[in-house]
């Protein structure tokens, strides 16, 4: 963690995706395990969604935003942010909405749709979407 730095400070959600992405940059190697090494409970708060939430992953996505335009994958990521926040909201037809403007300006997904669509379509329509495309 001192490599990498501390938490964003700025804002309220997404601090752990922006650590992520920071220590991806730099070089280091996530691993995964078969096994929970914490537990998480839920608490309901005002900051863990709706506004403070897509607030906070559009800040994390402008924050990288040079890395995102290097992939060609910012206004995607812009859109993904939208469409989870609609999606959260119980907005479908606005999730859906933004997840194709998502797919559309970010077109390597459309690969990814293709080969997971019924589980895709799944995701979108029934569950919150949370994937961040960096």
């Given at each position: ?25 730099m070089g ?95 995701s979108v ?10």
């Amino acid at each position: 963690m001192e490599y990498v730095g501390p938490f964003e400070t700025r804002v309220r959600r997404a601090e752990d995706i922006d650590f992520v992405v920071r220590a991806g940059l730099m070089g280091a190697h996530f691993v995964a395990v078969d096994q929970p090494l914490i537990t998480q409970y839920l608490v309901a708060r005002s900051y863990k969604a709706g506004q403070v939430e897509l607030d906070s992953k559009l800040f994390v996505v402008r924050k990288h935003k040079d890395y995102l335009q290097s992939k060609g994958a910012y206004a995607g990521a812009l859109a993904m942010a939208r469409a989870h926040f609609w999606g959260e909201r119980g907005h479908r037809a606005r999730r859906w909405l933004w997840y194709l403007i998502a797919l559309a300006v970010y077109p390597n997904d459309w690969k990814v749709m293709r080969i997971k669509s019924s589980r895709i379509y799944r995701s979108v329509m029934n569950t919150p979407v949370s994937l961040v495309m960096f």
